[in-house]
């Protein structure tokens, strides 16, 4: 009789609560439409639910008037038996610049403590020096730490550089090492030479986070599988594929009855896609959510958009009233990436990289107006750049400023102080006074209206009554 096959399930993290909504419509899911589903989604067995951190701290804020701290705390009440896992960029935590470390602690530990279980933490530009402080907070607050490497290619990119990498976060106390692959670029070939790699290299569970922008997504999930990845990222169908993830039910049952058997149930499965189908079809009828994500296009594997950015870059095109130019913009992506020493495009840099290339398609000629970001990357703001610098690109973006070579966050002194007075009375904890720290504007308005005192509804009923002569 044949021996039957070791079983090494794979396990499954579903994105459908931050980047598949992130991804496909600008992070506007609210809490009132997660919550019918949040104890079905409890139940199913994911390794963790993503569903915190990335753009709905500042979306939370900005658009929807919704507390991100209260989502959280929201969230952990409703799915108290799945690790929550939320995305942090490192010393930008969820902002766009450097934080003093001070704020990255405080930070780390208020989301431990308000219901966050899995810390993906990566940087942008793969500089370990921005994710040191982050990683050791995470593990002295006892999360679990999930260190990323952003995956791309370019010609400073290969398999050596990322196992390298992933040895370096092993070596600074990771608990799992994630391939952060924000645009769909990792082939499936690549992913299982990869994976196999890695899984030779690397004590730790790897973690796959892929996409489905280039149409591959599905096959690099399955190949990475065969190559013996741990976790993968997915998201149920409703708002799965296009720049989001693929989806949760394909691998499911693909995966049924193989040693790899996820062992989710697909009738679980399919009554939460009912329910989020509904708020996709919300979305789609407010405008919200643009068909345009959707749409596999292979021509992501010459600009490296990551979803996130192309809904951005079609929102800020819109605003601009230059819609007409969307493809001249995704074209001048990749030529303003080697001007800027070929970072990965993952937020921040790939705001950086796209608000910078609609600035030059727009203005007619490249580099006439330079963002402040930009001149932050190209004067080392944000960490050391993978590859070189077009040299009079940077000159003409900052002059004979000095560049920056040591560790960023090392020319900040402590900040939380300065923060926590500057946010005054608006601030009733020290989750506020973090909110004012990320997003000071957005916060100001959002915490003084939220600390407006509400109208008492008797004593509104009453003079009601009392007006009409009740």
């Not at 439409?33 to 915190?52: F, H, N, Q, R, T």
């Not at 907070?137 to 730490?145: A, D, F, P, T, V």
């Not at 600009?303 to 095109?317: A, C, K, R």
């Amino acid at each position: 009789m044949a021996k039957t096959a070791k079983k090494n399930p794979l396990f499954i993290t579903d994105t459908i609560l931050r980047d598949a909504h992130q991804s496909q419509a600008a992070t506007r899911m609210r809490i009132d439409d997660m919550i019918p589903a949040l104890e079905k989604l409890d139940d199913v067995g994911y390794w963790s639910l993503e569903c915190w951190g990335g753009a709905t701290f500042d979306v939370c804020m900005r658009f929807l008037n919704e507390d991100p701290w209260e989502r959280l705390r929201t969230l952990k009440k409703h799915m108290p038996k799945t690790k929550l896992q939320m995305l942090l960029r490192g010393q930008n935590i969820l902002g766009y610049k450097h934080y003093a470390d001070d704020v990255v602690d405080m930070f780390v530990a208020k989301s431990i403590e308000n219901g966050i279980d899995v810390m993906r933490i990566f940087d942008a530009l793969n500089d370990v020096r921005n994710v040191e402080q982050a990683m050791k907070s995470c593990k002295k607050y006892g999360g679990i730490c999930e260190a990323a490497i952003s995956y791309t290619t370019s010609p400073v990119h290969n398999e050596e550089y990322f196992v390298k990498l992933a040895k370096t976060l092993e070596s600074m106390g990771a608990d799992v090492i994630c391939i952060k692959d924000m645009a769909n670029l990792l082939l499936p070939m690549d992913a299982y030479s990869l994976v196999k790699k890695l899984k030779e290299e690397v004590k730790l569970p790897i973690h796959l986070h892929t996409h489905n922008t280039t149409g591959t997504g599905d096959m690099t999930n399955l190949m990475a599988t065969w190559a013996g990845v741990d976790i993968v990222d997915c998201a149920l169908s409703p708002m799965a594929n296009g720049t989001a993830q693929p989806a949760t039910e394909a691998l499911v049952a693909t995966l049924q009855g193989t040693d790899r058997d996820t062992g989710l149930d697909l009738n679980k499965l399919s009554d939460l896609a009912a329910h989020f189908r509904g708020v996709a079809d919300k979305m789609k009828a407010e405008g919200i959510l643009d068909p345009k994500v959707l749409n596999v296009d292979g021509k992501t594997l010459i600009y490296q958009v990551p979803g996130g950015m192309l809904s951005n870059l079609i929102s800020q095109l819109k605003q601009m009233g230059a819609e007409d130019k969307y493809y001249e913009a995704l074209a001048e992506i990749p030529r303003v990436r080697k001007d800027f020493g070929y970072p990965p495009l993952v937020t921040p840099t790939s705001q950086i990289v796209g608000t910078q290339a609609v600035m030059n398609v727009v203005a007619g000629e490249r580099y006439k107006m330079v963002g402040k970001e930009s001149k932050g990357l190209l004067r080392g703001e944000y960490g050391q750049v993978p590859g070189e610098v077009n040299e009079e690109v940077r000159k003409k973006a900052i002059g004979d400023e000095e560049v920056i070579t040591c560790r960023p966050a090392d020319l900040l002194e402590p900040e939380l102080e300065k923060y926590r007075a500057e946010a005054g009375d608006l601030a009733k904890c020290e989750e506020d006074v973090l909110s004012y720290a990320l997003f000071p504007q957005v916060a100001s308005k959002f915490l003084a209206e939220r600390n407006k005192p509400k109208a008492d509804e008797n004593a509104v009923r009453e003079l009601y009554v009392e007006d009409l002569g009740v």
